[in-house]
Nanobody, 122 residues
Framework: HVQLVESGGGSVQPGGSLRLSCTAS????????MGWFRQAPGKEREVVAV????????YYGDSAKGRFTISREKFSSTIELQMTDLKPEDTAIYYC????????????????WGQGTQVTVS
């Protein structure tokens, strides 16, 4: 089965930047999408950005538009999330996820998850 491992979280001051990475192992060919989601304390998990296996189709959640960039080399097992102009409201656990089939921005429809990495902006 596919396993996901995130790295790159940490603490940063407002206005700063962080780069997250997620590497998949196992039968990654069985998935069609990878993405980043986040969950802040007391809030529901929300989409940050998703990308297809070719690294061509990219979709962002409203919170990420204009500040975050998701990337992936074609058919690579690693995706990255470059976050700039970070704000205190970006503080959350950031999760990498993967799925097969159609694109969706709804967390519950993704079935492969990493353990998450903490991002703190203060």
């Amino acid at each position: 089965h596919v396993q996901l491992v995130e790295s790159g979280g940490g603490s940063v001051q407002p206005g700063g930047s962080l780069r997250l990475s997620c590497t998949a192992s196992g039968p990654i060919f069985s998935t069609d999408w990878m993405g980043w989601f986040r969950q802040a304390p007391g809030k529901e998990r929300e989409v940050v950005a998703v990308i297809d296996t070719a690294g061509v189709l990219i979709y962002y959640g409203d919170s990420a538009k204009g500040r975050f960039t998701i990337s992936r080399e074609k058919f690579s097992s690693t995706i990255e999330l470059q976050m700039t102009d970070l704000k205190p409201e970006d503080t959350a656990i950031y999760y990498c996820a993967a799925k097969a089939g159609l694109r969706t921005m709804t967390p519950i429809e993704w079935d492969i998850w990493g353990q998450g990495t903490q991002v703190t902006v203060s």
